[in-house]
């Protein structure tokens, strides 16, 4: 399975963006899609995640300004972001978690929130 992120790109703050991944090769339900984010000098975190059930998990952070979608495509997931500011600049990655095994990561987006 290959993953790969776009959308990454330089955005005003308060404004809005929309990555996407798309995921190439088989792959079976169950499974967990994810973005996380790593911003210079800090760990990599998770931003939002979907199940193959549809539920969904979001970063307090991010809670009510970003949502994880899969547009009904098991191949694709989105992250739409609105009222950005400057503490979520940061490489974005995708992420695809099967059952039993080690994660699929993509190789990640960058995202810049600055005026």
């Known amino acids: 399975v290959q993953l790969v992120e776009s959308g990454g790109t330089l955005v005003h703050p308060g404004g809005s963006l929309r990555l996407t991944c798309l995921a190439s090769g088989t792959f079976f339900r169950p499974y967990v899609m994810a973005w996380y984010r790593q911003a210079p000098g800090r760990e990599r975190e998770l931003v939002a995640s979907?199940?193959?059930?549809?539920?969904?998990k979001y970063a307090d952070s991010v809670k009510g300004r970003f949502t994880i979608s899969d547009d009904g495509k098991m191949n694709t997931v989105n992250l739409h972001m609105n009222n950005l500011n400057s503490e979520d600049t940061a490489v974005y990655y995708c992420?695809?978690?099967?059952?039993?095994?080690?994660?699929?990561w993509g190789q990640g987006t960058q995202v810049t929130v600055s005026s």
């Open positions: 979907l199940t193959s059930l549809g539920e969904t």
């Open positions: 992420s695809l978690r099967l059952a039993a095994t080690d994660p699929y």
